[in-house]
Every structure is written in C-alpha cells, then in structure tokens.
C-alpha cells in the first residue's frame, strides 16, 4: 500500500519562496506519473502541477511560470518550487499519482502565504 508523505510548508511573505517534498513508499514510484494538488478552505482539492514518468510537466495557469515539479527516481521523491507566492497559493498541499489519484492521500503541508 502506497504511503505519501508531504513536508515543506510553512508561512511565507508574498513573493517568497518554497520547496515542498513528497516521498512515496510501498509502490513502484518511477512507473506513475505525479501531481502536486491542494486545497484552500471551502474550495475543492485542484491540481497545480504534474510530472509524468519520463518528467515531462504540466501547470494550472495560476501557478504557469511561478511552480516547477520535480522528481527524483531514485529518492521516490518529487518535489514542487515555489516562487512569487501570493496570497491566493495559501492551500494544504497534497501530492498523488496522476492521472487518477490513489484513493489514499497523505496529511498534506500547509503552505500560507501572508504579510
């Protein structure tokens, strides 16, 4: 059974910066491609970036240009670098294999972003 384990967050003036982790374990990591999620208070869980298996990557337009995913294979981690936060990016962030999400999802970090 897969577990999911994100670290990273934390409070964070706008325009600043964050790397947030995510190590997998109990399954064949490098096979699925992987996502980075979140979710703000009252709203639902959305995706903001993805990585297939071979690192191609993909970005919600709010985040384009601002978050980079990452993986590396052999730490069964993928990563998500933060820059010019803002307000609107203050979420749990959640990571999960993508397309179609584990029905297990980790604790999540809490990324808040506020002067």
């Known amino acids: 059974q897969v577990q999911l384990v994100e670290s990273g967050g934390g409070l964070v003036q706008p325009g600043g910066s964050l790397r947030l982790s995510c190590a997998a374990s109990?399954?064949?990591?490098?096979?699925?491609?992987m996502g980075w999620y979140r979710q703000a208070p009252g709203k639902k869980r959305v995706l903001v970036a993805s990585?297939?298996?071979?690192?191609?990557?993909n970005y919600a337009d709010s985040v384009k240009g601002r978050f980079t995913i990452s993986r590396n294979n052999a730490k069964n981690t993928v990563y998500l670098q933060m820059n010019g936060l803002k307000p609107d990016d203050t979420a749990v962030y959640y990571c999960?294999?993508?397309?179609?999400?584990?029905?297990?999802w980790g604790q999540g970090t809490q990324v808040t972003v506020s002067s």
């Open positions: 109990g399954s064949i990591f490098s096979i699925y491609g």
């Open positions: 990585i297939t298996r071979g690192g191609s990557t």
């Open positions: 999960n294999k993508n397309p179609t999400p584990w029905d297990y």
